[in-house]
C-alpha cells in the first residue's frame, strides 16, 4: 500500500471548491498509554501540527467508550512521556486548530480508499435499489413541480421527505456497501419498494394532473435536460402519428412500439391509431441474424456464447473490439479477511473456466425482433451454477449496444465480471463520479496505481483517446475495472457470492443492464453522458393529451440539469419556488443559456441547502437565463414565480 501522506491538510476536489481535512484513522481506539503514544508517534504529518483527534470506545459494535476507557484517559491526562489528552466535543479542535494556524499542506483529486473494494458490489439488489429510488424520487419531483405551477397541485412534502429519508437511511454504513446480516437486507429491500411506489404513484398524480382524458392520445414524458428520441409501447394500439405525420413502429415482443421525439424537460402528445401507419418515407430496417446486428453506423458479430467478436464502426472504418466483449470473467473470490467487504488483489489469479470443455453446456441465440426501428438478439447460457438470459439491442442511428440482463445467481465465494477490450490506447481511464468525472489509471506501474485494481464509479467508465473514444455505461453496478494501456479494457463488475454475515447474500434473481457505445470525436463533443441517463431514465407515457411543452433546456450540452424540485418552504401562499441543480459535466469552463417556459419572475443562485448566496437577482429575460460555469461546478438556483400567471 502507498500511505496517504498528510493528517491534516486541505483537500481540493474537481470543481476546484476546498474542504480543510483531518484525518484520525480508527475510531475503535483503546486509551492505555501505548495505544496514546502510538497514535501520535505514527502521524505521517510531523511539522505543522500540534494535535490530533482521538475518538475513543468500541466504536463499531455501538458500545461506546466503557468504564476503562474513561479511567485511562483520567490518570493519563498529565502523565510524563505520554501525549497530553483532554475531552472536548469535536469542534473543539477544529477551532483550537483554526487559532493555531491551518497547515500548508494541500492535496489534490481522489481520497482513494485502499481497502473493501467488495462494497462497491455486495447486495446487488440493494445497489440497485439505491438507483432506482434515486431515480424514480428525481422524477416525482420534477414532474409534481410541473403539476403544481400549471395546474396548482400541491406539492407532496411529507410523502416525498418520508421516501427521500429511507433511501438516505439504506445508504448508511453498513447498509448500502452490502457487508450487514440478512435481516437488514429485508428491510432495505421493503424499504426501496416502498420507495418506488410512493414515487410512481406521485409521478401517476402529477401526469393526471397535466393531462386530459382525450382518447386516442398518449402523451410522453421525457424527465432529461434535452430532446430525446424515445422509444414508447402503444396500448392496444397500431400506430400512432404526431402533428399529422406517421411515426416510426416496429412490433416487439407482441406490442407495437414507435419512435418519438420528445422535448427537454416536457412532453409531447402523439395520436393513436387501430390500424398501422406507414411512415411516407420507407425505413431501412436494423440487420439482424443469429450472430449479428448492424445499422447504419455499427456491424456487431457474435461468436456461439453471445460473446462479441467484432463492434465495426461503418462511419471511421475501424475495429473497436481488440478481443471478446461482452465477455463473462467468473473468478474464485475469497478474501483473506471482511468476506462481504474486500476483493482480494489477486482474485484474477484463480479463474472459474466457463466454456462447454468444463461441463457449463451449450449455448442458445435467438433473434427476438428486427426491423425499422431496432434489431435484438437473445442469449440463453450457462454461468458455472448460474443460468443467464440477455437480450442484445442495436436501435437505428445509435452507436450504443445495450445488453438487458437476468442471472439466477447460485454461486459462493465468486466473483463475476463482463469485460470490453477495445482497440483504444489509454493510460487512463474516465469515471463518472457525482457531478463530474475523475482520471484513474489503467496500469500497475507504481503501487499506488496498482492499489485502484477496482474502483467506483456511477453510470459509466471510459476509455478515450484525444479525437475518438468509448464507454460501458450501467443502470445499478458501482464497481469497475479497467486495465492497459495496449489494448485497453473497461471490465464492469457485476455480482459477487460472499457468505458472511449474510450466508445468502445475493442468490436467486438479479436483473441489471450495462451498454458499450463510442465515438468518433473529442470527449467534449461526445454523448457518453447522455447515453448514460438515457439508459438510467426511460420515457414515461400516460394516457391522455397535454399538447407539446419544454419547461427547462439549456443550450449547452455538457450542461447537465440533474434536480428540479420544489423548494424546501413554500411561500405565504402556498406556493413553492422552483429549485434547479445544474452541473458542468466535461471538466471545461462553459457559459450557456438556460430557458423556461415557466412564468418566472426572478432567479437567485442559492447554496446546496437553498440559502441565498447574494441579494442580487440574476438576468432573466422572456424565461432567458445566462450562467458562467466553471469546470465541473455544481450550481443551485431557485426560481420565484408569478402566482397570477
Not at 466504536?59 to 468504564?67: A, E, K, Q, S
Not at 421525457?222 to 430525446?228: F, K, S, T, V
Request: hydrophobic share 40%; aromatic share 8%.
Amino acid at each position: 500500500a502507498d500511505p496517504f501522506p498528510y493528517n491534516t491538510f486541505t483537500w481540493e476536489g474537481v470543481d476546484g471548491s476546498e474542504v480543510r481535512v483531518h484525518l484520525h484513522n480508527d475510531y475503535n481506539s483503546r486509551t492505555d498509554p501505548a495505544t496514546i503514544i502510538g497514535r501520535w508517534t505514527s502521524r505521517v504529518q510531523k511539522d505543522g501540527i500540534a494535535t490530533r483527534l482521538f475518538p475513543f470506545g468500541w466504536g463499531d459494535g455501538g458500545g461506546g467508550p466503557t468504564r476503562t476507557h474513561l479511567e485511562y484517559l483520567r490518570r493519563l491526562g498529565d502523565l510524563q512521556g505520554v501525549p497530553r489528552t483532554r475531552m472536548s466535543h469535536a469542534l473543539e479542535f477544529f477551532i483550537d486548530q483554526e487559532e493555531r494556524g491551518w497547515p500548508a499542506e494541500r492535496y489534490v483529486g481522489e481520497l482513494y480508499f485502499q481497502a473493501h473494494r467488495g462494497t462497491l458490489t455486495s447486495q446487488a439488489r440493494t445497489k440497485r435499489g439505491n438507483r432506482k429510488s434515486e431515480l424514480a424520487l428525481r422524477e416525482a419531483e420534477l414532474w409534481g413541480c410541473a403539476a403544481h405551477l400549471l395546474r396548482g397541485q400541491p406539492i407532496a412534502s411529507e410523502a416525498l421527505d418520508r421516501a427521500w429519508k429511507l433511501v438516505l437511511l439504506n445508504q448508511f454504513h453498513d447498509i448500502i456497501p452490502g457487508s450487514s446480516i440478512h435481516r437488514v437486507y429485508e428491510e432495505a429491500e421493503a424499504d426501496y419498494e416502498e420507495v418506488l411506489d410512493t414515487a410512481g404513484n406521485l409521478v401517476s398524480e402529477a401526469t393526471s394532473a397535466l393531462t386530459d382524458e382525450t382518447g386516442g392520445a398518449l402523451t410522453v414524458f421525457n424527465a432529461l435536460g434535452w430532446e430525446r428520441s424515445a422509444l414508447v409501447s402503444l396500448p392496444g394500439a397500431k400506430g400512432a402519428s404526431q402533428s399529422g405525420k406517421a411515426l416510426p413502429a416496429q412490433e416487439i415482443d407482441d406490442d407495437m412500439w414507435v419512435e418519438v421525439d420528445v422535448p427537454s424537460c416536457g412532453w409531447t402528445t402523439i395520436n393513436l391509431s387501430a390500424e398501422s401507419i406507414e411512415p411516407t418515407t420507407p425505413m431501412p430496417h436494423v440487420q439482424v441474424s443469429e450472430r449479428s446486428l448492424e445499422n447504419e453506423l455499427l456491424r456487431v458479430e457474435l461468436n456461439a456464447h453471445g460473446e462479441v467478436t467484432s463492434i465495426y464502426d461503418k462511419e471511421a472504418g475501424r475495429e473497436w473490439a481488440a478481443g471478446p466483449c461482452n465477455r463473462f470473467c467468473l473468478y474464485k473470490d475469497v478474501p483473506a479477511r471482511f468476506d462481504a467487504w474486500d476483493i482480494d488483489s489477486m482474485y484474477a489469479l484463480s479463474p472459474v473456466e466457463l466454456s462447454e470443455e468444463a461441463g457449463v453446456g451449450p449455448d442458445a441465440i435467438s433473434v427476438v425482433s428486427a426491423g425499422p426501428l431496432l434489431g435484438r438478439l437473445r442469449v440463453e447460457r450457462r454461468l458455472h451454477d448460474s443460468t443467464l438470459v440477455q437480450e442484445i439491442t442495436l436501435r437505428r442511428n445509435s452507436r450504443t449496444l445495450q445488453f438487458d440482463t437476468a442471472i439466477d445467481w447460485q454461486e459462493r465465494h465468486k466473483l463475476l465480471k463482463v469485460t470490453f477490450p477495445v482497440t483504444v490506447n489509454a493510460h487512463e481511464a474516465l469515471h463518472e463520479i457525482q457531478f463530474g468525472h475523475i482520471a484513474r489509471p489503467t496500469h500497475r506501474s507504481r503501487p499506488f496505481h496498482a492499489d485502484q485494481f477496482e474502483v467506483a464509479n456511477q453510470k459509466w467508465t471510459a476509455l478515450v483517446e484525444e479525437g475518438r473514444g468509448c464507454a460501458v455505461l450501467n443502470d445499478c453496478k458501482y464497481g469497475v475495472s479497467t486495465s492497459g494501456p495496449t489494448p485497453a479494457a473497461i471490465e464492469l463488475t457485476l455480482l459477487r457470492a460472499p457468505l458472511a454475515p449474510d450466508m445468502t447474500a445475493d442468490l436467486g434473481p438479479q436483473e441489471f443492464s450495462y451498454a458499450f457505445t463510442c465515438w468518433n470525436s473529442p470527449f467534449l463533443e461526445s454523448d457518453v453522458v447522455r447515453e448514460a441517463y438515457a439508459l438510467n431514465v426511460p420515457p414515461l407515457a400516460a394516457v391522455g393529451s397535454a399538447g407539446e411543452a419544454s419547461l427547462l433546456a439549456v443550450d449547452a450540452p455538457n450542461i447537465i440539469i440533474e434536480t428540479v424540485k420544489p423548494a424546501e418552504e413554500a411561500g405565504a401562499d402556498g406556493t413553492h419556488d422552483l429549485v434547479l441543480r445544474l452541473y458542468e459535466a466535461k471538466r471545461t469552463a462553459t457559459t450557456c443559456t438556460l430557458r423556461t417556459t415557466l412564468p418566472v419572475v426572478e432567479v437567485h443562485e442559492t447554496d446546496m441547502l437553498e440559502g441565498e448566496i447574494a441579494s442580487e437577482a440574476l438576468s432573466c429575460e422572456q424565461g432567458a437565463i445566462p450562467l458562467s460555469f466553471r469546470p465541473f461546478e455544481c450550481k443551485t438556483l431557485r426560481l420565484r414565480m408569478n402566482a397570477s400567471a
